[in-house]
């Protein structure tokens, strides 16, 4: 547990990281649909100082603001239909589910085995991504029967919920080439879903790490500042998204996604 009183210096040079790293963070959210955790948490950690438990609270702290108004936005602009609320409603409560679990099991199990499985699969998705508007290919997807979809749905957000929960993140990086290859989802209306589920798995994880005791003073003044920036960030990248074409979001989103494998790979 991590005491309430401990305080660190906030000096000028970090108050500025966090205004412009938020921000940064914070538009790329709100352009692609993913939370952003996975580039905040280096910044957490190797230039703010934190301990490993206490960047991921402040993280998931960040990214429900980051998330909430990057949806918000989309909404607005009828960025998600009718017919997919009820998969992300059957996401999110595998999702709430997953997030407590995974922050739960927070430093309990084998995280080093657990981001091998996720950068394969990160890797495989980036790739996709990638070359499919530069080659040109049909976008693959699964046709569903309606009850296998609905178990998928709740299992998918579960699995998902769990990695949020445990590393922190939104898990917008696994859900959406999920929702495009699986459900066949536009990548824009996919983007949108996965901040929808994002919500309720951000903060079931936040939840639980707080009641633990993973958040201090220190935490809260760095992800309100941050929070702030990323809230304003997502809401210009957010903005843009109605004009900025389906090749180049899935284009940005797989160097996202290679990206955040390099992250992953790297130390914790």
């Known amino acids: 547990m991590l005491s309430k009183k401990a305080v660190h210096p906030f000096k000028a040079g970090k108050l500025l990281l966090c205004t412009i790293s938020g921000f940064s963070v914070g538009l790329l959210s709100g352009l692609l649909g993913v939370g952003g955790g996975e580039f905040r948490i280096p910044i957490l950690l190797y230039l703010l100082d934190l301990p490993i438990l206490l960047s991921i609270v402040t993280n998931l702290l960040i990214g429900l603001l980051t998330v909430s108004i990057?949806?918000?936005?989309?909404?607005?602009?009828?960025?998600?239909?009718?017919?997919?609320?009820?998969?992300?409603?059957?996401?999110?409560?595998?999702?709430?589910?997953?997030?407590?679990?995974?922050?739960?099991?927070?430093?309990?199990?084998?995280?080093?085995?657990?981001?091998?499985?996720?950068?394969v699969l990160l890797i495989a998705a980036g790739l996709r991504m990638i070359l499919d508007p530069i080659v040109g290919w049909t976008p693959f997807s699964?046709?569903?029967?309606?009850?296998?979809?609905?178990?998928?749905?709740?299992?998918?957000?579960?699995?998902?919920?769990?990695?949020?929960?445990?590393?922190?993140?939104?898990?917008?990086e696994y859900r959406i080439p999920v929702l495009i290859y699986l459900f066949g989802l536009p990548v824009k209306i996919a983007g949108t879903v996965s901040l929808l589920v994002s919500i309720p798995t951000i903060l079931a994880g936040f939840i639980k790490h707080w009641r633990i005791g993973h958040l201090n003073h220190y935490g809260v003044a760095v992800g309100l500042i941050m929070s702030f920036t990323s809230a304003l960030g997502a809401f210009i990248g957010a903005s843009f998204v109605a004009v900025v074409s389906e090749g180049l979001l899935k284009l940005l989103l797989g160097i996202v996604l290679l990206l955040a494998t390099v992250r992953m790979a790297t130390k914790p």
């Open 70 to 119: 990057s949806f918000a936005v989309r909404y607005q602009m009828g960025l998600i239909t009718p017919n997919v609320i009820d998969i992300a409603l059957l996401m999110s409560s595998g999702s709430i589910l997953g997030g407590y679990i995974g922050a739960h099991l927070s430093g309990r199990i084998n995280e080093s085995l657990l981001k091998k499985a996720l950068t």
């Open 142 to 172: 699964i046709s569903l029967p309606y009850l296998i979809e609905i178990i998928f749905s709740m299992l998918i957000g579960f699995l998902i919920g769990v990695v949020s929960g445990l590393l922190g993140v939104a898990g917008g």
